[in-house]
T-cell receptor, first 112, second 116 residues
Framework: AQRVTQPEKLLSVFKGAPVELKCNYSYSGSPELFWYVQYSRQRLQLLLRHISRESIKGFTADLNKGETSFHLKKPFAQEEDSAMYYCALRTAGGTSYGKLTFGQGTILTVHP | DTAVSQTPKYLVTQMGNDKSIKCEQNLGHDTMYWYKQDSKKFLKIMFSYNNKELIINETVPNRFSPKSPDKAHLNLHINSLELGDSAVYFC???????????????FGPGTRLTVL
C-alpha cells in the first residue's frame, strides 16, 4: 500500500529565508506526486504537480525516485506562504481511480 | 459561482443522532470524493464516485453511507454518530478518473462536525 510521510508537522522560518518542506513516499509502482496548500480560511487547493515540472508562487518540487522524495522548496519565503501544506501521491494507471493518499501535512509559518 | 459547495458549514449534534452533509459541484466533473480530516489535520479519503458509481470505498464504518443522486451531487449520511466522528469532512471533485489522465481535485470548504 502507498504511504506519504511529511516528517515535520510545524516549520517556522523568517521572511526571505529558504524553506524546504519534506515529503517521502512509499509506493511500488510509478507514482504521481502533488503538493496541495490550504491558506487560512481558504479551501484546499493544488499548488503543483511533479509531471508539469513547473514553479508556482516561487515553489518548486523535484521527484527523486532514488530517495523516494518530493520535497517542496522556495529560495525566499514570504509571509503569505504561511499555510498548511500537504504532499499527496496518486497511483498511476490500473484501477487506482485517482485515489490520493495524503501526508500528515506541514504547517508553515513565515515570520516577518 | 462557487465550484464545490458543502452544506452545512458547521454541524453540532448529539451522539447517536443521524445526520447528512451535502456536496454539490458545478464544474461538470464526473468524479466526486469525500475526505475526513481529523483533529491532527490528517486527511484521508473515504469514498469516491465516478458517474454515480462507487469506485473507492476505504475502510469506513457502515454507519457512513454516501449517496450520489446525480453526477453533480455526492451526499454523506452518517448514522448513530459517535464522538470519534468529530472531524472536518471535505468534498472534492475532478474530471473522470477513468480517462487515465491527470485530474486535479477541487475541494469544497469543508464541514466541521462536532459530536457531543
Amino acid at each position: 500500500a502507498q504511504r506519504v510521510t511529511q516528517p515535520e508537522k510545524l516549520l517556522s522560518v523568517f521572511k526571505g529565508a529558504p524553506v524546504e518542506l519534506k515529503c517521502n513516499y512509499s509506493y511500488s509502482g510509478s507514482p504521481e506526486l502533488f503538493w496541495y496548500v490550504q491558506y487560512s480560511r481558504q479551501r484546499l487547493q493544488l499548488l503543483l504537480r511533479h509531471i508539469s515540472r513547473e514553479s508556482i508562487k516561487g515553489f518548486t518540487a523535484d521527484l527523486n525516485k532514488g530517495e523516494t522524495s518530493f520535497h517542496l522548496k522556495k529560495p525566499f519565503a514570504q509571509e503569505e506562504d504561511s499555510a498548511m501544506y500537504y504532499c499527496a501521491l496518486r497511483t498511476a494507471g490500473g484501477t487506482s481511480y485517482g485515489k490520493l493518499t495524503f501526508g500528515q501535512g506541514t504547517i508553515l509559518t513565515v515570520h516577518p | 459561482d462557487t465550484a464545490v459547495s458543502q452544506t452545512p458549514k458547521y454541524l453540532v449534534t448529539q451522539m447517536g443522532n443521524d445526520k447528512s452533509i451535502k456536496c454539490e459541484q458545478n464544474l461538470g466533473h464526473d468524479t466526486m470524493y469525500w475526505y475526513k480530516q481529523d483533529s491532527k489535520k490528517f486527511l484521508k479519503i473515504m469514498f469516491s464516485y465516478n458517474n454515480k458509481e462507487l469506485i473507492i470505498n476505504e475502510t469506513v464504518p457502515n454507519r457512513f453511507s454516501p449517496k450520489s443522486p446525480d453526477k453533480a451531487h455526492l451526499n454523506l449520511h452518517i448514522n448513530s454518530l459517535e464522538l470519534g466522528d468529530s472531524a472536518v469532512y471535505f468534498c472534492a471533485s475532478s474530471t473522470s478518473v477513468t480517462r487515465s489522465s491527470y485530474n486535479e481535485q477541487f475541494f469544497g470548504p469543508g464541514t466541521r462536525l462536532t459530536v457531543l
